[in-house]
């Protein structure tokens, strides 16, 4: 299996210059990429363990794979103007609700793998609040803070619009999912109190016991369902590779699993450890397969 690449200049170099991302900059024209599947991707621990499985699949079944990690942002605009083949996830119908309202048309929902996902405001189960409500009251605990991960997440928009109608005296501030979770996991050791930007199917609520605050004005939305999105016309292009996403379907102990296998994981190992949950859910991937 070739390591998967992570292509952060080019992804630069196309929005500096404004033509689309991976456009412009010494990528080769579609017409030239043969069987050559482009996969992008966020570094939020579900997405990077799903397209390193499908990685695995798709070149199990001869094809050749690169795979791009990047923001949200220029991954939908990447995807839309067909320079991305596919979005390993999408979660919708909230969390990339502006996203989808400017490219979904542009884009075609190709699996949903997971049904359901949930986004909020997560505090270790040993904090003695239960509701975004009682925020403001506990805000000497919390030292008037959130942590999020990056800025252009939909759960990050999800959390500033729930500052402003709860009317909560909290900063906001962007981090990374590595530096939300590891903040995290300090606070724990420590038993101090923290709210973090939080999200399932995700590792931490196996490793950690967590809950989220209630939001009983909505503005985190209910279940998500977690797709895949594909440039338009993919499916007709390739559609051997769209009936193996269409098939992909995981339950919460799965993609948990899953998580649990890459956590950690150094460069090089990510096919071992990927094999692995392959062989210990065979028959889950045999159904998947066209």
């Not at 969390?95 to 996902?117: C, K, M, P």
């Not at 919390?142 to 729930?162: H, K, L, P």
């Not at 994981?265 to 450890?273: L, M, S």
């Amino acid at each position: 299996m070739k390591k998967i690449h992570t292509k952060w200049l080019a992804l630069l170099c196309a929005a500096a210059v404004g033509v689309g991302l991976l456009a412009g900059c010494g990528q080769p024209p579609r017409e030239d990429v043969g069987d050559t599947i482009r996969l992008a991707y966020v570094n939020w621990a579900e997405g990077v363990a799903v397209t390193h499985l499908t990685t695995v699949l798709l070149e199990d079944m001869g094809y050749n794979v690169e795979a791009t990690m990047a923001d949200v942002a220029p991954i939908y605009s990447s995807v839309a103007q067909g320079n991305q083949d596919i979005m390993i996830e999408t979660w919708l119908p909230h969390t990339h609700e502006a996203y989808f309202d400017r490219y979904g048309d542009q884009v075609e929902l190709i699996s949903t793998w997971y049904d359901e996902a949930r986004i909020g405001l997560v505090v270790p189960d040993y904090v003695t609040i239960d509701s975004i409500e009682e925020l403001n009251d506990a805000r000497e605990q919390f030292n008037g803070r959130i942590t999020g991960i990056d800025a252009g997440a939909g759960i990050m928009a999800s959390s500033e619009n729930a500052i402003e109608n709860y009317g909560l005296d909290y900063e906001l501030v962007a981090s990374s999912e590595a530096a939300m979770t590891a903040a995290l996991q300090s606070a724990i050791e420590n038993d101090d109190w923290i709210v973090v930007t939080g999200w399932s199917p995700h590792w931490k609520f196996a490793r950690y016991d967590l809950k989220y605050l209630e939001d009983p004005k909505g503005d985190f939305g209910a279940t998500e369902l977690v797709h895949s999105a594909a440039r338009l016309g993919f499916s007709e292009e390739f559609p051997e590779v769209a009936a193996l996403f269409g098939n992909m379907k995981f339950d919460a102990e799965q993609i948990g699993s899953l998580m649990d296998v890459m956590d950690g994981v150094p460069d090089g190992g990510e096919e071992r450890a990927v094999r692995s949950w392959i062989a210990e859910n065979q028959q889950v991937v045999d159904s998947w397969m066209p």
